[in-house]
């Protein structure tokens, strides 16, 4: 979820999987800060990212000329987004959808579960997007093409979150021909919080250099007993970058490759404790 720029004619863009509709994606649009939080009043202290919704009775419009992707009409009722309805169990977990690479400017979700993973360049970060929980922290604060999207603000933490390189092994060759697939800088408070009992505490401080390499060695040894006790839950999204065609205006041309963003990494089965 994002807050849109000033001039834009809308308040915040939520992107969803459609899980009826694997590997697609959809996009909600509202158009005031009301609008958002009646739409989202479950999630406006908590990380949303990653976490599964059901939506009662979308009305489905045509796909949005920006973002590629079928929009969902909320302008005529306000359903709010819940996490679970009494007749319908909300699944643990995504059911499994592999990478699949867009053949034109779409955006498709993927959900892996049991991978071996490798972590590396872990750094704790105070440059988070703010400090609140709606978002994961997952952008650096002057990103100004991601503009936060929480309703939230927690003053008494730091904007900190963990930063780390991801390497997902055994991915398809036609996804990648290594079959390691590198995601660089993700950022999540989610999976911060599997790797620190105390986070906030921990980064009110900031690490020094020592703390820095025990906790590296400590991530690394939590990776590797999560990855021999069924691995590791990954869901993410692709999609093939566009930009414009200086040489004639007006028009966009798509990149040959994707680009891979990841929204959740956890253990698919094995609860760890961060030290």
């Not at 952008?139 to 100004?144: H, S």
């Not at 991915?171 to 999540?188: A, D, N, W, Y």
């Amino acid at each position: 979820m994002k807050l849109a720029l000033s001039a834009s004619n809308y308040n915040r863009m939520a992107v969803f999987g459609d899980l009826s509709d694997p590997p697609n994606c959809f996009v909600i649009f509202t158009a005031s800060g009301d609008e958002s939080e009646k739409l989202f009043p479950t999630v406006l202290n908590s990380v949303v990212v990653g976490t599964c919704f059901y939506l009662y009775e979308p009305v489905r419009t045509s796909k949005d000329h920006r973002e590629r992707m079928n929009t969902i009409d909320v302008q005529k009722r306000y359903i709010p987004l819940k996490q679970s309805l009494p007749d319908v169990p909300l699944p643990l977990i995504v059911p499994f959808c592999p990478i699949t690479i867009p053949s034109e400017a779409d955006t498709y979700f993927f959900a892996l579960h049991s991978c071996e993973i490798t972590v590396a360049r872990a750094v704790v970060v105070l440059d988070a997007s703010c400090t609140g929980l709606v978002c994961d922290r997952a952008n650096p604060r002057d990103n100004i093409q991601m503009h936060c999207g929480c309703f939230r603000q927690h003053n008494s933490n730091k904007s900190a979150v963990l930063e780390v390189s991801i390497d997902i092994h055994n991915v398809p060759s036609e996804i990648k021909e290594s079959g390691v697939l590198t995601i660089h800088h993700f950022r999540s408070l989610r999976t911060t919080t599997l790797f620190f009992q105390h986070f906030d505490d921990f980064s009110r401080a900031g690490p020094n250099s020592i703390q820095a390499r025990e906790y590296r060695t400590s991530i690394d040894t939590m990776v590797d007993y999560v990855n021999h006790h069924d691995g590791w839950t990954i869901i993410g999204w692709c999609r093939k970058g566009r930009v414009d065609d200086v040489s004639t205006p007006g028009e966009i041309i798509e990149s040959a490759s994707p680009a891979f963003h990841l929204a959740l990494l956890v253990p698919t089965s094995t609860p760890i404790r961060g030290s």
